[in-house]
């Protein structure tokens, strides 16, 4: 009984695996949130008219802290210095404020001139207070990601060192990377009501994985008074003496070099993938999100597979040359084919699966275990470095190849426009300055109230068909697809009729047929009859329809979550629906003076070359591996596992 009570928390194995649970939802949200603006990059464009090279910025400012403050060495430091508690709790802090700078730089709020706008605005005037804020809030999220993920390895391994250390660090590793997976699923379909809103839930993700991590702090602290557990070696830490070793190993650098090119080459293009495959493929939001996903739910599956045939088959240098060679294929069918894109995203995930699984075990052979932690360090910093730089590249290459892009529609063409129904004519030109012809294109149409304050009155996309010289036609208002309206622009003199319905299963009821009257804030208030009284009490899906009662004609329509007292009363917030219609006419797109932006799908081709050129260097950097590697004999074709023990 009393061994029972003094057994340590990390011999049970119920405890032990809640806590890999526990900070690998910690770790999933880091990996959640990084990915979480990819599927926005349009959105960033339309919305706080940020250009490619601008979105570039922001993801490069993630890996700042790791290149020119070396958190990948100086977090491991404090770590050993003043322990995991202090540390974690610092870093993944840090991690979550950035998160949060971030988001409110994209917010209403800030852009409304709130807290730190003047400040933004005092200097770099060339670029938008907006860019440098989210700027701000990505580099403190990486400032506190990147040490973050260290502290949860080795939380890892101060819980499992001895027992199922592996399989732990494998499924932390997987766990995080369904993070990412899942922001690349899930953003695309929250951006209803605000398109911010996918970026608040990401980060409030990170805010709940800071609370997992506290939970786990006193778990830790518990552990800590029952045994003094010492997962720190010596032989490990960041000795910079070790460097001059390691930069005159030329297996050493080739493998640098590979990582550095071929992280280039993923990394990147996942923060640009849902936006090339909306542009170049005509593809929903969420779908673009759910094909680019099939990359990260890829790894999660082979990358254990490739591990075991590393440990056992052996044959890494072979595995790298093989996943550099994917990596070409892949992105060159993405640049010169049109052939469904779910088969180069395949390619890729095979690749980003092969490589990482064959190069890491593999530095193991060819650097002693004495200075292991110092080239892991080493190779950590020169890879922050390609994912600082390729960012910026590939936004400067997709600016540089789409120079007709974006087609400004100003007051006096509006009023033309206006007074040619609404129809406008424009012209789809590629890089070369040639006509795209005989193309079905989606093209995006935004009006905004005046170009000053960009605020935005209606946003659509129309499917159009070009001619033989590039040309095309669409009606403004009229778009196949509704992305945003301004409902505080109707015109609130005429008293409009509302219909909600309530969707029960498959059957749609009618539980209010009457007077819309709603305040300054777009709050719709009334009573449901007791008839309905089924749906009191509970939150309910439903759609909202107003008419104009003079013509009975159909002015608005959103697919509706609303919740119903238990004495009828609802409470609906009028335009944060999923919009379904809207007529034109009550928004006075046809009458009013307003200006317009047409936008035209992005040209990846450019890109996609420059990401199959990393591609390119990295095979010649696995074949010069390959080939040091039957000169040194460092054995990276043998079997990682002794096969005799």
């Not at 995080?176 to 911010?196: D, F, M, N, Q």
């Amino acid at each position: 009984m009393v061994d029972a009570i003094k057994r340590r928390l990390n011999e049970s194995r119920f405890i032990r695996w809640s806590v890999l649970i526990l900070i690998s939802f910690t770790m999933a949200t880091n990996y959640y949130f990084y990915d979480a603006l990819a599927p926005l990059t349009d959105l960033l464009r339309v919305n706080l008219g940020f250009s490619s090279a601008d979105y570039g910025f922001i993801m490069s400012a993630y890996a700042i802290p790791n290149v020119f403050l070396a958190m990948a060495v100086i977090g491991g430091i404090i770590l050993d210095r003043v322990g995991i508690r202090i540390t974690g709790f610092s870093f993944v802090f840090l991690m979550s404020l950035g998160g949060a700078i971030t988001a409110y730089g994209a917010s209403d709020t800030f852009l409304s001139g709130g807290f730190g706008y003047a400040f933004m605005d005092s200097f770099l005037t060339a670029y938008s207070p907006a860019l440098k804020m989210m700027c701000l809030g990505f580099f403190i999220f990486g400032l506190g990601a990147e040490t973050s993920i260290i502290v949860l390895s080795k939380v890892v391994v101060k819980w499992f060192k001895g027992k199922e250390l592996a399989l732990a660090l494998g499924l932390n590793l997987s766990i995080g990377r369904l993070g990412a997976a899942l922001a690349l699923t899930l953003s695309p379909r929250l951006v209803h009501p605000e398109w911010t809103t996918a970026i608040w839930f990401g980060v409030l993700l990170l805010w709940i994985g800071l609370l997992a991590f506290i939970i786990y702090m006193f778990v830790d602290r518990k552990l800590d008074r029952q045994i003094k557990i010492d997962v720190k070696d010596p032989e490990d830490e960041f000795r910079w003496s070790d460097l001059k070793d390691l930069v005159t190993n030329r297996s050493v650098i080739f493998i640098t070099l590979l990582c550095v090119t071929f992280y280039s080459a993923v990394f990147p293009f996942i923060k640009f993938a849902p936006d090339l495959l909306m542009n170049k493929f005509a593809m929903a939001r969420h779908i673009a999100g759910d094909v680019t996903a099939y990359l990260m739910y890829g790894t999660i599956l082979l990358t254990p597979l490739f591990g075991w045939v590393c440990d056992y088959k052996g044959k890494s240098a072979t595995l790298m040359y093989l996943g550099s060679a994917l990596l070409i294929i892949a992105h060159m069918m993405f640049a010169l084919t049109h052939i469904n894109p779910r088969i180069p995203i395949v390619l890729l995930g095979i690749a980003f699966s092969l490589v990482p699984a064959a190069m890491w075990p593999a530095v193991a052979k060819i650097v002693r275990e004495s200075k292991l932690g110092t080239a892991y360090g080493f190779m950590f910093t020169i890879q922050n470095v390609g994912l600082m730089a390729f960012p910026i590249v590939i936004g400067l290459v997709v600016d540089a190849s789409n120079p007709y892009y974006r087609t400004p529609v100003y007051a006096e063409e509006y009023k033309i426009v206006q007074e040619q129904q609404m129809s406008f004519s424009g012209k789809y030109i590629d890089r070369r300055d040639q006509p795209v012809a005989n193309e079905e294109i989606n093209v995006t149409a935004v009006v905004f109230k005046d170009s000053l304050s960009g605020e935005i009155v209606w946003n659509e996309t129309h499917t159009v068909m070009t001619d033989e010289k590039g040309n095309y036609e669409l009606e403004i208002g009229r778009g196949d697809i509704i992305e945003r309206v301004d409902f505080s622009q109707i015109v609130d003199t005429i008293k409009y009729r509302a219909k909600v319905s309530i969707f029960d299963g498959d059957d749609i009821v009618e539980v209010y047929n009457n007077q819309l009257i709603y305040d300054e804030h777009l709050h719709f208030v009334s009573m449901m009859d007791k008839k309905h009284e089924a749906y009191f009490d509970g939150r309910n899906r439903g759609s909202l329809k107003i008419y104009d009662p003079e013509n009975d004609k159909k002015v608005w329509e959103e697919r509706i979550r609303f919740y119903v007292d238990d004495e009828g009363e609802f409470d609906i917030l009028l335009g944060y629906g999923r919009l379904q219609y809207a007529d034109r006419d009550y928004f006075g797109l046809n009458f009013r003076e307003h200006e317009a932006e047409i936008i035209k799908p992005l040209d990846y081709t450019n890109p996609m070359l420059v990401f199959a050129a990393l591609g390119l260097f990295g095979l010649v950097f696995a074949f010069l591996l390959r080939r040091e590697d039957k000169t040194s004999g460092y054995g990276l074709e043998l079997p990682n596992k002794d096969m005799e023990s």
